[in-house]
């Protein structure tokens, strides 16, 4: 399956908990003032990638404890990033996902994403609300939500950072 790629970065120790395999999808609506990755915000930027090429460099690093979809917008690349999520939890590696979308709105479509996530955070980039001090994320009104506690509460649980 094609996917739109702006990079990866095959050992990441920012985008999530542990050894990340960080894949940084291309396309985003939002165009957030202040946003650490503008390049990003192109839908017709970047490279295409076939996701078995991803899935065969994701695996190859015993040290990566998971992937982490950032963006750019993954919600907006939804089946390749399904894919890419499925592929990781076959490997044993946990998913995180970020997302401009809170938890709330995203799609219908989206549920596949959301139930081979692990971790999701979510809402946009908010540059008054911006934290250095924050642990993977960059505005405070971003949430570290745990999905699979969520999905099975029916109710926001975030992680605690």
């Known amino acids: 399956m094609k996917i739109r790629i702006a990079g990866i970065v095959p050992e ?6 542990g050894v990340r395999f960080a894949i940084f999808m291309q396309g985003c609506l939002r165009n ?5 990755n503008p390049a990003t ?20 690093n015993p040290l990566v404890s998971g992937i982490t979809l950032s963006g750019g917008e ?8 399904v894919e890419l999520a499925k592929a990781a939890k076959n490997f044993g590696l946990d998913v995180w996902c970020y997302t401009g979308f809170k938890f709330e709105e995203i799609p219908s479509e989206g549920e596949e994403l959301l139930k081979n996530t692990d971790v999701l955070v979510d809402g946009e980039y908010i540059e008054d609300l911006r934290d250095l001090d924050l642990n993977f994320r960059g505005s405070k ?8 506690k969520t ?8 992680r605690d950072y």
């Open 41 to 60: 915000h192109d839908l017709n930027g970047g490279k295409i990638f076939d996701t078995e090429e991803i899935i065969s460099a994701m695996k190859k």
């Open 141 to 148: 009104n971003q949430r570290v939500i745990d999905v699979k």
């Open 74 to 81: 993954p919600f907006l690349q939804i089946p390749p990033a």
């Open 12 to 17: 990441s120790f920012v985008d999530g908990e």
């Open 32 to 36: 957030c003032p202040g946003c650490h």
């Open 151 to 158: 999905l099975s509460n029916k109710k926001i649980i975030l």
